[in-house]
């Protein structure tokens, strides 16, 4: 499911506002949420998606290149996210973008913190995740860890952060200097 317009024009936004020139997103997919990260980032800035379905990267280089973006300003990695990102370099990216597999998403948080500069941004995508989260009744593996890595991303003294409600919730958190 590509992430909507307003959540889109969110990330394209805080792409845009902290200047991004190096843009790390687990979850390709079609490649809907990197084109609005491509249209956020600075000129030359360079995205790079990770995905575990080689269709889907497919589908994300179609897209990118009939939006007319070079290339070299995106680089597309087949893999796991949580194989892939060990991989990543320390503090090299100016934002991070999460949204590959729900259940991992503890492990990603811990990944991105390690991969985002001080003063980036974290975001997961799905931080509602269908009104579920909210509901202490919902308790599959998805939504607990969802609702999880929310509590821990709000207590942790590192990061500064806002649940905004656009599309099915955006968890946006920044690693404080």
Known sequence: MPIGPGAGAALSFLASAIDAKAVAEI???TGVSGLWLLRGMRPGGILTSVD???EHQRLARETFRAAEYEHQRFRLIAGA????MPRLTDAGYDMVFLDGD???YGEYLEQAMRLVRPGGLIAFDNALWHD???DPAQRDP???A???VVKR???DDRLRSMLVPLGDGLLVAQLLP
Do not use: C, F, N, Q
Not at 81 to 84: H, Y
């Open 81 to 84: 996210g949580l194989d892939v």
């Open 142 to 144: 998805e939504t607990t």
């Open 102 to 104: 729900k259940v991992e």
């Open 146 to 148: 969802i609702r999880d």
């Open 153 to 155: 991303v709000s207590a």
């Open 52 to 54: 575990l379905e080689a």
């Open 132 to 134: 579920r989260v909210a």
């Open 27 to 29: 979850g390709t997919g």
